[in-house]
């Protein structure tokens, strides 16, 4: 064999670089699974109610009432499609006036430009919690009327939007002049400019950011329980714990559904970000 067949048989050193790296994250990983799974483990003992010896001194850890949660997991997991369908349509409301207030201050026209800046200063500078509130108990007095549901979206999505308009301007702000230069000098419109080139690169920048504003939304749509008429994961976790006077049990089973939604939402999440990086290399 000769010394050139030799040295394409031989992994090149940036080879060995770049396996030695994946080992090195893949260890990094199995480590931190073992860390999570030992956590997972202490925070279950803690919940057993076994009772602890240590020397003299004897410590009891929570006794959690194992029937109540048996017979009430199922009710409160009934929550989860209306946690779910508020959260999709609270981010639909919000992605559109995201995308709208982020133009609406991009504009060189001063009325448009006003009314998105007061939107977005109006809403992020009053709590979600009393949005909520504003929809379903002041509205009334004006002689409309909302639905629970339909205010706490309103709500939501309305105050999401107004944080993430400014994901959605520094995504459209990303588009270099150049490319819009480029469109225009090819007999592209202004609007076709914006559809065809801006706005899905802007989209593109705006899409991880929108993941995490989609997975603190689906926790944020707990507050929407406080109206009492919308029957989700918190509404229904207090209902029985509040009736049974078991409201440790109750609360623990609705934040256990909540972390595992969030798990899995960050999950695809970052399977989304991985395929976006990809398009980047």
Not at 160 to 165: H, L
Not at 182 to 195: D, I, N, V, Y
Request: aromatic content about 10%.
């Amino acid at each position: 064999m000769t010394s050139a067949t030799q040295q394409e048989a031989s992994p090149s050193h940036a080879e060995l670089l770049y396996q030695a790296q994946l080992r090195k994250e893949r260890l990094f990983r199995a480590h931190v699974g073992v860390s999570w799974v030992i956590l997972l483990l202490i925070l279950i003992f803690l919940f057993s109610g076994q009772k602890i010896q240590i020397g003299q001194l004897e410590y009891q850890t929570i006794q959690l009432d194992s029937e109540f949660i048996l017979k009430n997991l199922i009710f409160i997991a009934g929550g989860l499609g209306q946690t779910l369908l508020i959260s999709i349509l609270s981010i639909s409301v919000a992605v559109t006036l995201a995308l709208l207030a982020a133009l609406g201050r991009l504009s060189n026209f001063p009325p448009i430009y006003a009314i998105s800046a007061f939107y977005v200063s109006l809403i992020r500078g009053t709590p979600l919690y009393l949005q909520i509130f504003f929809f379903f108990l002041a509205l009334p007095q004006l002689g409309i009327n909302l639905s629970g549901v339909v205010a706490g979206v309103t709500a939501l999505g309305l105050n999401y939007g107004a944080y993430m308009s400014e994901t959605f301007r520094a995504g459209l702000s990303s588009v270099g002049k150049g490319q819009r230069e480029a469109a225009l000098a090819l007999g592209m419109t202004s609007s076709q400019t914006m559809r065809r080139i801006v706005l899905p690169q802007a989209l593109r920048f705006a899409i991880p950011p929108m993941g995490n504003d989609f997975i603190s939304m689906t926790k944020d749509s707990a507050l929407v329980s406080a109206t009492g008429f919308v029957h989700e994961l918190m509404w229904r976790a207090v209902k029985v714990g509040r009736a049974q006077f078991n409201n440790l049990e109750a609360l623990i089973i609705a934040a256990m559904f909540y972390w595992a939604l969030t798990l899995i939402l960050t999950y695809f999440q970052s399977k989304l970000e991985t395929r976006l990086a990809k398009g980047d290399r």
